[in-house]
């Protein structure tokens, strides 16, 4: 199954980035399929440009290669705008004039511990004389999508079965940047992704992204979502957790294959301490022996 891995080039990729990859990878090329890498950059103000090539760099390192150029997101602007038409013309959106700081969080993944609020619906009955004379008071809107009522059901091939409400998500932000959301499924359709493997901190996402795509009469992928690694206080890592790169792991004197070594180890796929290529990997991947809770991260690697 086509799989792809999809970083946002804010930073350095850290360890757990590196190891959702190489599941991705490892799903993808045991099938001997296509797996492609694709650059989430819509929100341009939070892009460091050098971690194109950084985040490429290290992935190339540990022997994750991808087919084809690597997609950018902020190049393919045209493609979520046509969607947004299209959902709009069929009644599925609708303004919403609410804060920028809240609707500035739709435009990232929603990483992290499922909290996030609902949106109360503020401003989903407003009617047009509303809409006039918010938008004569130079008030901006932003686009969100009408949720249905009903939870919507998604198959997970690491977590089974499950089903969630989709929020009336942003999907497109009041400054006119299309949301993470709506461009990950056009773009995971669009580019015939079959698998999207990634950190399960995305699991809430499923039904809002099945539900998108379904909304614009595309097959969504399936999903297989993978255990994050955390910091050992039980967060997401983060650089304050120590020496969590691929560069910081080569200057305390290991190799790249050590650290491909290490990753797989906490992917169940060899032991600890086996240094094994990239190749063999791929033959020896097995599903089955993924781990199914999180791994805490320290310095002297995963205990
Ligand atoms: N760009 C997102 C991230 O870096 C990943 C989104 C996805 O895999 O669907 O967390």
């Given at each position: 199954?086509?799989?792809?891995?999809?970083?946002?080039?804010?930073?350095?990729?850290?360890?757990?980035?590196?190891?959702?990859?190489?599941?991705?990878?490892?799903?993808?090329?045991?099938?001997?399929?296509?797996?492609?890498?694709?650059?989430?950059?819509?929100?341009?103000?939070?892009?460091?440009?050098?971690?194109?090539?950084?985040?490429?760099?290290?992935?190339?390192?540990?022997?994750?290669?991808w087919d084809g150029q690597a997609v950018r997101q902020s190049e393919r602007g045209s493609l979520y705008e046509d969607a947004l038409h299209?959902?709009?013309?069929?009644?599925?959106?609708?303004?919403?004039?609410c804060s920028r700081r809240e609707i500035q969080q739709a435009v990232s993944a929603p990483n992290g511990p499922p909290t996030v609020a609902r949106y109360p619906g503020n401003c989903r009955e407003l009617t047009a004389k509303d809409r006039a004379q918010r938008e004569a008071?130079?008030?901006?809107?932003?686009?969100?999508?009408?949720?249905?009522?009903?939870?919507?059901?998604?198959?997970d091939l690491l977590r089974g079965?499950?089903?969630?409400?989709?929020?009336?998500?942003?999907?497109?932000r009041n400054d006119g940047v299309p949301a993470y959301n709506l461009a990950v499924v056009i773009d995971d359709t669009g580019q015939g992704i079959e698998l999207v493997v990634r950190g399960d901190d995305?699991?809430?996402?499923?039904?809002?992204?099945?539900?998108?795509?379904?909304?614009?009469?595309?097959?969504?992928?399936?999903?297989?979502?993978?255990?994050?690694?955390?910091?050992?206080e039980g967060r997401r890592l983060a650089k304050r957790d120590g020496a969590v790169t691929l560069p910081d792991r080569l200057s305390q004197g290991e190799t790249a294959l050590d650290v491909l070594g290490h990753l797989a180890a906490t992917?169940?796929?060899?032991?600890?301490?086996?240094?094994?290529s990239p190749g063999e990997l791929v033959r020896r991947f097995d599903p089955a022996r993924l781990p199914s809770r999180p791994l805490v991260f320290d310095n002297a690697w995963c205990e």
């Open positions: 199954m086509i799989g792809r891995f999809a970083p946002s080039p804010t930073g350095r990729l850290h360890l757990g980035n590196l190891r959702t990859a190489l599941a991705a990878w490892l799903f993808a090329r045991a099938e001997g399929s296509a797996f492609l890498l694709r650059f989430e950059d819509l929100d341009q103000a939070s892009v460091r440009s050098e971690h194109y090539e950084s985040q490429s760099a290290d992935l190339a390192a540990l022997g994750i290669d299209e959902l709009t013309d069929a009644g599925h959106t609708y303004r919403c004039y008071a130079g008030r901006r809107w932003a686009l969100r999508l009408r949720g249905p009522e009903d939870e919507i059901h998604y198959d079965r499950g089903a969630d409400i989709v929020d009336d998500v942003v999907l497109c995305l699991l809430s996402s499923v039904a809002t992204q099945t539900h998108l795509a379904q909304l614009l009469g595309l097959t969504p992928p399936q999903f297989a979502h993978v255990p994050l690694v955390l910091g050992p992917l169940g796929q060899c032991e600890r301490g086996e240094r094994v």
